[in-house]
């Protein structure tokens, strides 16, 4: 999963998001007309005719889309400083998306690990949480691309252990993630076994709930290093006024970072045309760039690709 500014830490070490991931459960954004929208720094968007004649009837009759997302992932999704809006590139992308359809968007502060069983249930309509869209999830859920890349380490400033992105140089080092993301369940598993097959120590794998915890794990000295999406590691080292730093080293196993949808959906169609629509009138692009999220994250993705 590729989460907001930073607040101090004991005697000024920031490695945390100011959000509260025990805030409202439900958080919609503003209300906006159903027929456009204003993601700032994108312009107006209007409903699409194309997109509008592909959105199910029971959403239409509904007039607004429900969006699941955890908000403790700065730049994609997090809470702005009321502790309830949700704000960021995911946040703004799911308001330009509802707009293309006609709806409202709302979007829905939830546990990441709890997302797709949500939308398997029906509780929500769509998982916008910055996803990686890999094989194993797409057995369970359809997915629709909208960027593209890889994960990193944070590590303190200076990065006293000289830890990198590479799987050796994390053996016998504690290393953070969010339970439930890529990197929690299948990267840091992976390179442990590789630590123990070459005869060295085992990676400490510590997950938490949510992103913010998994950053003051670092901050706290609870852990060496914090594994997370990349494009979210850097920006949440450029607000922390120099008190960490995303380690060396190439993105590891860059992939698709998608929208997810229950199999099947009905709604897939209307989410693929839209995205479509937006990146090729340039509002993917200038929403990444409001955001801090590298141009390369758009330009390297196949957006609107639905991924089953």
Known sequence: MARTSLVA??????????????????????????ATASAASA???????????????????????????????????????????????????????????????????????????????????????????????????????????????????????????EPVKLCGHTISAQKGSIQGIDYLPKFSKQCTDAGKPAIDIALYPSQNEANLAVASGRADAVLADSVSMAYQASQSKGAFELAPGPDFDPTNIAVALPNDSNLVPAVSQALKELASEGVVTRLAAKWGIPEQVIKQASIGEVIR
């Open 43 to 165: 312009g107006p968007i209007a409903s699409s005719e194309a997109v509008v004649k592909l959105v199910p009837g029971t959403l239409k009759a509904k007039g607004s889309i429900s969006f699941a997302m955890d908000a403790s992932y700065a730049p994609f999704e997090y809470f702005d400083t009321d502790n309830t809006t949700i704000i960021g590139f995911d946040a703004d992308l799911s308001q330009a998306i509802a707009a293309k359809m006609g709806l409202t968007a709302k979007d829905v502060n939830t546990g990441f690990d709890t997302i797709l069983v949500g939308l398997a249930s029906g509780k929500h309509d769509v998982g916008m949480s910055a996803f990686s869209a890999t094989p194993e999830r797409a057995k369970a859920v359809d997915f629709v691309v909208y960027a593209a890349g890889g994960s990193g380490i944070a590590v303190k400033q200076g990065n006293p252990k000289q830890l990198s992105m």
């Open 9 to 34: 830490i004991g005697v000024g070490v920031a490695l945390a998001t100011a959000a509260c991931t025990n805030a409202s459960a439900e958080t919609p954004r503003a209300d906006q007309s159903q």
